[in-house]
């Protein structure tokens, strides 16, 4: 595609159930990112994959979180249990490769608010 | 000591005006240094890239690097009221897969 997408845009979910949300990275790049942004904070790095490999998921922010990326395109993130203080943007980045030289161009977000 | 400090402002200018953003860091392993530009309810959208230290300049953008004093500054000219925007500088190291650590953004806001 023309740029990263994600879905959905807007999710609002009740505490306790799980959410996925999914990233379709620009055709062509083989890294994907994902970052979580909360209000006033800056933006938190997650996980990111080269391929469908993560080799860093030190930013997961609890056993909750986990994604996955296959076919090397498509990727998604499950957030199980859902607390209030999930509630962010989740932003989904591409690159070409997993290299800090490589621009990385970002999604609209997905708005997860959880109640 | 955060990774990455940035002044949250927000910072208020009338039209014309020459906008300063700074951002200072302490990893002096950083190499790669951006200025991203995020309107409301959007993704962060890539402005300025500057490899290692020195200056770059894009039309009425410009991005410094000094790394001996661990400064990064964008300079905005004859600021407009469409770059009222959240500006978020990010950097990252030379190892590949190094995530971009992100500043948490200053909010501009350019009055006609």
């Known amino acids: 595609g023309a740029g990263v997408s994600q879905s959905p845009s807007n999710k609002v979910t009740e505490k306790g159930k799980d959410v996925e949300l999914r990233c379709d990275p620009i055709s062509g790049h083989t890294a994907l990112y994902w970052y979580r942004q909360s209000l006033g904070q800056g933006l938190e790095f997650l996980i990111y994959f080269q391929g469908n490999s993560a080799p860093d998921k030190s930013g997961l922010p609890s056993d909750r979180f986990s994604a996955e990326r296959t076919g090397g395109s498509v990727s998604t993130l499950t957030i199980q249990r859902t607390q209030q203080e999930d509630s962010a943007v989740y932003l989904c980045a591409s690159s070409l490769e997993a290299h800090s030289g490589n621009t990385i161009y970002f999604g609209e977000g997905s708005w997860l608010t959880v109640v | 000591q955060k990774e990455v400090e940035q002044d949250p402002g927000p910072l208020s200018v009338p039209e014309g005006a020459i906008v300063s953003l700074n951002c200072t860091y302490s990893?002096?392993?950083?190499?790669?240094f951006m200025w991203y530009r995020q309107y409301s309810r959007k993704g962060p959208e890539l402005l300025m890239y500057?490899?290692?230290?020195g200056n770059k300049e894009d039309g009425r953008f410009t991005a410094q690097v000094d790394k001996s004093s661990k400064y990064i500054s964008l300079f905005i000219r004859d600021s407009q009221p469409s770059d009222s925007a959240t500006y978020l500088c990010a950097m990252s190291g030379d190892q590949a897969g190094t995530a971009l650590i992100f500043g948490k953004g200053t909010t501009l806001s350019v009055s006609s």
């Open positions: 990893n002096s392993a950083f190499q790669y």
């Open positions: 500057t490899y290692s230290s």
